[in-house]
């Protein structure tokens, strides 16, 4: 299973910091790029935000247990 050093360093780097919602700029960009028709680097920045957020909620609900208590 997961070692516990490593389930701390996610908890506290990865799901205990603010960047997550600094990562809410790239679907933002990706729509106002799809605004002004330049729809391929729209989707682009839209799709690598699903990526990401999808991976780091994965992570966080069946990988890792993190009490954020």
Do not use: H
């Amino acid at each position: 299973m997961i070692s516990e050093k490593l389930n701390l360093w996610f908890c506290d780097n990865v799901v205990g910091q603010p960047w997550q919602f600094f990562l809410l700029i790239l679907p933002l960009v990706g729509a106002f790029l799809y605004g002004r028709e330049r729809k391929k680097a729209g989707w682009i920045l839209i799709g690598v935000w699903l990526v990401i957020q999808v991976s780091i909620s994965f992570l966080t609900n069946f990988v890792f247990s993190c009490n954020m208590e």
